[in-house]
């Protein structure tokens, strides 16, 4: 914001010039691990697929071309809008923005919940939310199928208690897809807007309801702004893998509940894989969330520069 | 004088007012009388209970029993977005997110206000707290005394009935803050709305008040005009939170009606006031530094030697240490014309009629 007070950068002084020394690691290892990997996947998808896996050194556009056009078995037909792909990538974005919403609507709650206790509780709480995190995902998930199947303990528990006659028929389902998707980000959610909720000034909502604001009104005018950086923060962090998951799709899943992930795994997996076509993929992934996200910062600085 | 009639519209009437948090007592039936276009003041060291009572009066605290009436309508019971009361907070509490101007709209908003009697009301106080060129900025882009003088706006804006001030100006400088009392003392008064300020700075009680109420261990101590409580402390307690004073120890020999007849150590005799209600025995008897001067020993009602001066710029402080070992502070104007003693020198001193008062413990 234009007219603050100095910020520490501009009156660090002497210090300012060894501070760029600092940041040579981790600009080697984003260089090293992650854009010179980026860079070779989007070399590899204008490459030709090699049978067993690998590529041929031989430019081609064939691998976006299989992503978006339908050419017949042979490949001598006219073109035709290839919707198998599309429709793969169009229920990823929903199931991921359906996870980052129920993700907010639990996590919300959790989060100011939490930021509400005493100091020395806190700590309590937010260990309790870490804990699963302990276990590795594959094993979560796992576990995940193991409660949800058709003679496992939910439906067993909910037949106990004559809530349901026959056991709801959960796995293979988008709605499994979901709940693992929701229930392996719910703390990515959390964790920001505990951040956010924490610094949140509690007089602030006094002063709202001093001026005549209901608890709604309180929540929405005052508390919601204040918290918002930990809101976006927490919905990329839930949306972005959700959107290119593969444990919780391939896992709880089915064939009707593809997702991007999964897609893009299966081209890189054993003999009958297309690499090209997965770097392909994956770059057109990567297209997508990076418009999402310049979108999502250009609205921020809008905001901030009014 | 400041004191107003007595038969003036009560503001606010808070009776018997207790709140307790478990075992310890906030306030303990606390009755007080505000009356309407008044500015009262809740004056008091930290922990006396002093914005308790304010966030009682707000609706932020729930009260343990009592009553609280404002114009008559017991408020007591209900939440804070319902009582025409406003707050200016402690550390100004203002939406961050908001302009002022989108800040001092926010009680009118939600009183759903048509937008342009709301947007009038808005320029009109912003023109009272001379922040109408700043309508468009954010908090951060104002300095503190903006920022207060906006919190100000933001709670006078709504026209509320009662105005509460908790320490709206600790967070400022010295030279800031001796600039907005006066200020704010004149918008009070322009603005007809009473206002009941909390303070433990007992200057800023006396420059601004109307009335104040000392208090101390969530009671009061006293209720008085500036001049009523400095002048006439009630007890120990109130002459000396108010202002320097001098307690000397003394023995009542006897009251009739407002005085007394006590023995000063040296053993001389003095009639004095004494607050209400105090018996014969062992006393305490308030002295303030400026109403004693220095004399010659012989026939002086108290005498003793100089221990020590401190040098105040325009006063000059001298301690006399009396004969039963009691040390007592004068200050002595600094003037060509007054000749402090030097230290060890035998003193008499003189109090000014009225000087003395006789305190109930």
Redesign the interface.
Known sequence: ?????ASASESAGIYKGRAGLLILPSWLIIGFFLLLPVCMMLIYSFLTKEFRGGVIWEFSLAAYDQFFFNRGLFGDEPPQIEWTYINIFWRSLWQAGLATIFCLVIGFPTAWFIATRVPRHRTIWLLLITIPYWVNLLIRTVSMKFLIRDTGPLNEFLIWLGAIGEPLHLINTNIAVQLGLFYSYLPFMVLPIYASAERY?F??S?????????RW?ILR??IL??VKPGIIAGSILVFVPSLGAFLAPDLLGGAKTFMIGSLIEEQFKGNAGNWPFGAATSMILLSIVMTVLIFYARSQTRREAR | MLQKTQDATVAVDIENVTKNYGTFTALSRVSLDIRDNEFFTLLGPSGCGKTTLLRSIAGFEEISDGAIRLYGEDIAGLPPHQRPVNTVFQQYALFPHMTVMQNVLFGLQRLRKPKVEAEARCAEVLELVQLSAFAGRYPNQLSGGQQQRVALARALAPKPKLLLLDEPLSALDLKLRQAVRVELKQIQQETGITFIFVTHDQEEALTMSDRIAVMSAGEVQQVGTPREVYEAPRNRFVADFIGETNLLDVSVTSVTGDQALCVLPGGREITCPAAAVVDPGPGHLSVRPERMTLTVPTDALLTGRVENHVYLGTDMQVMVRLEDDEILTLRVQNSEAVVVPTIGAEVGIALEAGAARLLAD
Request: a negative charge; charged letters at 10%.
């Open positions: 914001m234009a007219g603050g007070i000034n007089s602030l006094e002063a709202a309801a001093d001026l005549y604001a209901g009104t005018v005052v702004p204040a």
